[in-house]
């Protein structure tokens, strides 16, 4: 099952950041101003 880590680092002007992970994937997802403004899905 899916979960979100709930102290993903946030990096200045990056965005806001928000990080989720399970046993098989990690998924990061960026946002700016309620628009999602990249991701990025990676294999564990």
């Not at 990080?19 to 960026?30: A, H, K, Q, S």
């Not at 946002?31 to 564990?44: A, H, M």
């Amino acid at each position: 099952m899916i979960v979100e880590k709930k102290d993903a680092r946030q990096i200045e002007n990056e965005g806001f950041r928000r990080w989720f992970t399970d046993d098989f994937f990690d998924l990061i997802v960026w946002y700016e101003n309620k628009e999602i403004t990249g991701f990025q899905l990676c294999l564990r």
